[in-house]
């Protein structure tokens, strides 16, 4: 299907794959057109932040969307990528929100992860969005250790939605938030950001490459970071894991 949005270009669609990002990443050796979006009903090797895995089962929406912004920071990308689905999310009717950089939560329970990888292929710079999100996923069959802490929209709407329907309305979002983010700039995403990060206003431990980090997370920067106010001290997080927040 092609489109004349940007968002989705045309959706290439696989019953399996590893992983959509690896997938999408395989495509650019082709000629791929931006806004291309890589789709699977299952992946065999879903790939979450940190090389950690993503349970894949089937009626999870699992895809990514290729994208070469000029702005060559796939970090801040990457962040406020949140955005579009919690407005998808609250168009269902479900009260979700951010966990710093872009986990979304509906009361605390995971229900979309997402993962942006920028990568050069042929001088381009791409940024590959990978987004999964537990529509009817049986949360029974996600790893034990995350059943507890995870959640679908259909639990939290407690009937079921059709995966089209909600990528639909999330690439619509995506489209409309892209056009944002490439026409205006990133400042009015970023104070939109502000006001759904659950994260704000807490006690926070973000784990970094080199250490644990501790304070109260007060702000985001104007560059994506998350500001800490660490014993008196500022500091600015770009990169981590939020391992507590109270
Ligand atoms: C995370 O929360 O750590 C990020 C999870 C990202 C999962 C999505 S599913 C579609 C795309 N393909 C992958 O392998 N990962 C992302």
């Known amino acids: 299907m092609q489109s004349k949005r940007m968002i989705p270009k045309n959706i290439l669609r696989f019953d399996v794959v590893d992983s959509t990002n690896d997938k999408a990443k395989e495509l650019l050796d082709r000629d791929i057109q931006e806004g291309t979006v890589v789709l699977a009903d299952r992946q065999a090797a879903g790939r979450g932040r940190y090389g950690r895995a993503w349970a894949s089962p089937p009626g999870g929406l699992y895809f990514s969307i290729l994208l070469t912004p000029k702005e060559r920071n796939a970090q801040l990308l990457s962040l406020l990528s949140g955005l579009p689905v919690v407005r ?33 292929r042929h001088d381009v710079y791409w940024v590959i969005v990978g987004i999964g999100v537990n529509v009817t996923v049986d949360l029974r069959r996600l790893p034990q250790e995350i059943q507890e802490t995870a959640t679908s929209l259909k639990r939290e709407m407690g009937k079921n939605v059709e995966n089209e329907a909600v990528l639909s309305d999330l690439l619509r979002e995506y489209n409309d938030f892209y056009a944002t983010y490439t026409g205006r700039g990133a400042e009015h995403l970023l104070t939109e950001y502000r006001g759904l990060c659950a994260t704000l206003g807490k006690a926070v431990v973000i784990q970094t490459a080199k250490s644990k980090i501790s304070g109260s997370a007060i702000d985001i920067s104007p560059a994506g970071a998350l500001v800490l106010d660490s014993g008196g001290k500022r500091m600015e997080i770009f990169e981590g894991t939020l391992i507590r927040s109270a």
């Open 88 to 120: 998808t999310l609250r168009g269902f009717g479900i009260e979700a929100s951010l966990k710093w950089p872009n986990d979304v939560l509906v009361q605390g329970r995971k229900i979309c992860g997402i993962l942006c990888e920028g990568v050069y």
